[in-house]
């Protein structure tokens, strides 16, 4: 049982026909005798059935021999595409479940007792889903969850070559879009990506020169929008028709947004007066027979369609219902509606339609720009939660498809920071994140732990995080090249105090880029964490020079690291010069053994700054554990953290002697070590010293 989730027009379905080319082909899933593909946008169609009568009326062919088929389900395998696409509803978590093929139930109900193997178990079902639906199920019964990401760099270059027939203007047209940040950042939707080769296509086509003629898109509204002024500007219907042709398939595109219905027939077109012999009608809507029904060319395009109506043919009424019905929405089908919805409120945006909208046109846009408004209003009242995040990141990019700055600064007047922790962060998201960081620039703590970033993310937000005091980026496991940009990071933000590197990759030859950023007088990075980047004892070289020129830095963890080794002593070193100004050390889970006792010493008995280090999870235990005790009798420390060193009972020798003589210690943490034993009086007499100064022992 496996979900496939994916933002719109990135591929699911394409991959899912692709599934079954490849079965046909003999090429890949041999295992399975059948493959049944179906679509939700069909089943909606159907109402009460069995699995066998859903099966025929796919496959009528298959009558006689379906009951046998269906005796060995494990050889079989179902498709279910567009889950955010069905009508039906679907609780995974229900009790009442199907177990017969020849039972008749509600569609819905059949393919969760498909889910939850109590209809035909041992099939295998591969469903897709927008993961905006998936907010409001239950998706814990499936084995696995598979994300589509869309196209690498090195795809996308390989989709302009395919796609131009000539090689120099697949190079020109790709070189164009490369130059575009935005443009770039949308052609990882393959469908995006189609949009844009064929609107340059057309561009190139007619003018000679290297610049194509058409209005670069700022935003996912401009592309369709110039995409589709493209259409109708190559039509020879006068301007009128055009907008009484936008009217209607507006009207039927948004009645099939708000109700989940995606095919239509001839009595959907005659209730919105949709002329079918409109030559420009192909260029919209697609024609399928037996029965006959139409579809849009994609669900993107019907979306864009359903949010232009409102300028087309304006009605303060039919909006504001519009836009509560979208509001109330719970399962996401109106994400992409709002939207567009909000970029078409945008003036430059709706000049690229100009002679199409109504007269009242920027009336609808000043409905749409304080229902944002008032959106944001509420959403400040929100208790925080993981849907709060989701919630802001879709208000985001209706803010970032207004391009209203003005707006963004109402709107986040009053915010000091962002949590997106946890929330998938993909490169068109981080596009809109950084377009709002540079519109409202008060923002103190961003919060991106665990968010997927690549590097294709972090180049789209590095340029904005100029004004961030505290930056997490922990647990995206960004490699060693993103070194380079986290260092112009730091170069370029003098407020930068607390940096959250930590569960990263990077360990190698650039993570010098990111020490030097470091070593600079100018840089004010108060808290550098850097636990489990895998980094060799060779790193302790680049940190020890920002331990010596970074005045700034007070708390440094380096734990989970590899720092073992003859290069511990340079870290340990710059230590001990004058210049460190180091308050909390953290190093535990390094492998040191009791060797790296004797550096350590070296370290602290000339340091006057550091207040805690933490060693937990090490292998101090040995003959030169003394030596740090020894140098413990002599520094400032307040708390030492010694837990899990297999330290065995005659190290309370040492440590009594380092109580004893220690005024700072207030806080020493001995758990998971060996100290029972008759040695662990002496530690028990130190405590009782009047020279004692310990509070608290663990």
Request: with cysteine; glycine share 4%.
């Amino acid at each position: 049982m496996v979900m496939v989730i994916g933002v719109p027009g990135v591929g699911k379905t394409t991959l899912m026909q692709k599934f079954v080319y490849d079965w046909v082909k003999g090429d890949l899933y041999q295992s399975f005798s059948f493959v049944f593909f179906f679509e939700f946008r069909v089943l909606n169609r159907l109402d009460n059935v069995s699995l066998e009568t859903m099966i025929l009326h796919q496959y009528p062919h298959l009558e006689q021999q379906l009951s046998t088929i269906l005796q060995d389900p494990e050889k079989l395998l179902f498709i279910f595409d567009g889950l955010d696409e069905s009508l039906h509803t679907m609780d995974f978590t229900s009790n009442h479940l199907c177990s017969h093929p020849k039972l008749l139930e509600p569609c819905g109900q059949i393919v969760v007792s498909m889910v939850r193997k109590s209809l035909l178990k041992g099939c295998s079902v591969l469903m897709t889903s927008r993961p905006t639906r998936l907010a409001s199920i239950n998706c814990s019964v499936f084995q696995r969850t598979v994300e589509i990401i869309g196209f690498f760099p090195e795809e996308r270059q390989m989709y302009f070559e395919n796609f131009f027939p000539k090689c120099n203007l697949a190079k020109k047209a790709f070189s164009y879009v490369k130059q575009n940040e935005t443009l770039y950042t949308f052609c990882y939707l393959p469908s995006y990506c189609w949009i844009i080769c064929t609107v340059l296509s057309r561009s190139f086509q007619t003018t000679s020169s290297d610049q194509p003629v058409s209005l670069l898109p700022k935003t996912v509204t401009q592309l369709f929008a110039i995409f589709i002024a493209d259409i109708l500007a190559n039509h020879s219907l006068h301007k009128s028709d055009s907008q009484q042709l936008l009217r209607s398939i507006g009207g039927m595109a948004e009645h099939g947004v708000m109700n989940h219905k995606v095919i239509f027939d001839d009595r959907d077109l005659d209730s919105f007066h949709v002329d079918n012999n409109s030559k420009l009608l192909s260029s919209f809507l697609m024609e399928s027979e037996e029965p006959v029904s139409y579809s849009f060319l994609h669900l993107t395009v019907q979306e864009f369609f359903s949010a232009l109506v409102h300028y087309v043919d304006y009605s303060p009424e039919k909006l504001q219902k519009s836009l509560k019905d979208a509001k109330s929405c719970s399962d996401g089908r109106c994400e992409i509606f709002l939207r567009f919805l909000c970029g078409l409120s945008d003036g430059s945006t709706r000049s690229i339609l100009t002679g199409y909208l109504d007269p009242q046109a920027a009336q609808a846009s000043t409905d749409v720009i304080t229902w944002v408004k008032e959106l944001f209003l509420e959403e400040q009242k929100l208790k925080k939660s993981e849907d709060k995040k989701q919630r802001l990141l879709s208000t985001f990019f209706y803010l970032y498809e207004t391009r209203n700055k003005s707006l963004v600064l109402e709107s986040l007047k009053s915010c000091k920071s962002f949590d997106f922790s946890y929330v998938n962060m993909s490169s068109l998201d981080c596009t809109v994140l950084a377009f709002i960081l540079k519109s409202y620039t008060n923002i103190e703590k961003l919060n991106l732990t665990r968010c997927s970033l690549d590097i294709e993310g972090l180049e789209r937000l590095a340029p904005e995080l100029h004004n961030v005091q505290s930056l997490s980026l922990s647990e995206n496991n960004l490699q060693n090249i993103s070194c380079i940009r986290l260092a112009s990071v730091i170069r370029n933000n003098r407020y930068l105090k607390k940096l959250d590197l930590r569960n990263n990759r990077l360990s190698g030859p650039h993570f010098s880029d990111v020490t030097e950023a470091l070593s600079s007088p100018d840089c004010g990075v108060e808290e550098l964490l850097l636990s489990s980047n895998d980094l060799p004892d060779t790193s302790c070289i680049q940190l020890a020079s920002v331990i010596r020129n970074n005045r700034s830095l007070k708390k440094l963890v380096l734990s989970n690291n590899r720092l073992f080794g003859e290069h511990f002593s340079d870290l340990m070193e710059a230590l001990s010069s004058p210049d460190c100004r180091i308050e909390e050390l953290e190093l535990d889970r390094n492998n040191l053994p009791d060797t790296s006792c004797i550096q350590l010493a070296s370290g602290i008995r000339n340091n006057q700054s550091l207040k805690t280090l933490v060693l937990y999870n090490n292998h101090l235990s040995g003959p030169h554990f003394s030596d740090l005790m020894a140098a413990l009798s002599t520094c400032v420390i307040k708390k030492l953290d010694l837990a899990g060193n297999d330290l065995p009972d005659t190290s309370c020798i040492q440590l009594a002697s380092a109580i004893k003589n220690n005024q700072s210690l207030k806080i020493l943490v001995l758990s998971d070590n060996r100290l029972s034993g008759p040695y662990f009086t002496d530690l028990m007499e130190a405590l009782s010293s009047p020279d004692c100064r310990i509070k608290e022992l663990r």
